[in-house]
């Protein structure tokens, strides 16, 4: 992970990394989130400590993190299954146990109560309620040339859990989170080092 102003860097994890292939970042639990495309979904501190195998067995090249209810999502790329997990490693679920149909599903996003995920052979978005019910599906304009990977919706408004939250005051440089509102003095939400954090305040 890199700083983009200070320019300096700090290594994650160097151990059993190949393929990663998905990405998620959750700032209020200073964690992150990444898949080995064909073996694991990890977790770890955004200070590489914690880490910890969270999924085994799934194909994975996409993430998407639902902060009201911390879950996380992913396709199953093989099984054609949407799948979901809390950050804590507990009740892990079949969403939608989509079989060949559902295979080379690539691209997941969340919206509302939806999930919505793509597919590598076609142009055709599925979607879902997050209770695994109503299933949808969305055409996409005419007039776009190659495959669908990834997709992202960008919320009208911040997440309640990134909008009300604790804080920590540093006396170092850093990247604001999206969404995070100023006070005065400035004030960010958890960063790398624990010994820069010197008191908890409320926004």
């Not at 990444?34 to 993430?63: C, K, P, Y």
């Not at 055709?124 to 919706?153: C, D, E, Y």
């Not at 999206?178 to 400035?186: A, I, K, L, M, T």
């Amino acid at each position: 992970m890199s700083h983009l102003e200070a320019g300096h860097k700090t290594i994650i994890s160097h151990t059993g990394i190949d393929r990663h292939s998905a990405l998620a970042v959750h700032p209020f639990r200073g964690s992150i989130y990444w898949s080995h495309s064909r073996s694991t979904i990890e977790t770890a501190s955004m200070d590489g400590s914690n880490r910890q195998i969270l999924v085994t067995g799934v194909v994975v090249f996409s993430l998407a993190l639902d902060h009201e209810a911390t879950d996380l999502y992913w396709a199953d790329h093989d099984t054609g299954n949407i799948e979901c997990i809390s950050l804590d490693g507990e009740g892990k679920r079949i969403v939608s146990a989509q079989g060949s149909a559902g295979k080379s599903s690539l691209g997941i996003s969340l919206s509302g109560e939806r999930v919505y995920w793509t597919f590598t052979s076609n142009d055709i978005v599925n979607s879902i309620t997050k209770s695994g019910s109503t299933m949808k599906q969305h055409s996409l304009p005419a007039r776009r040339w190659g495959t669908l990977n990834g997709i992202v919706f960008v919320p009208e408004q911040c997440p309640q859990s990134l909008q009300k939250q604790h804080v920590v005051r540093i006396t170092i440089t850093t990247v604001v989170p999206p969404c995070h509102r100023y006070v005065s003095p400035p004030t960010f939400c958890p960063t790398l080092s624990t010994s820069a954090r010197k008191e908890a305040i409320q926004v």
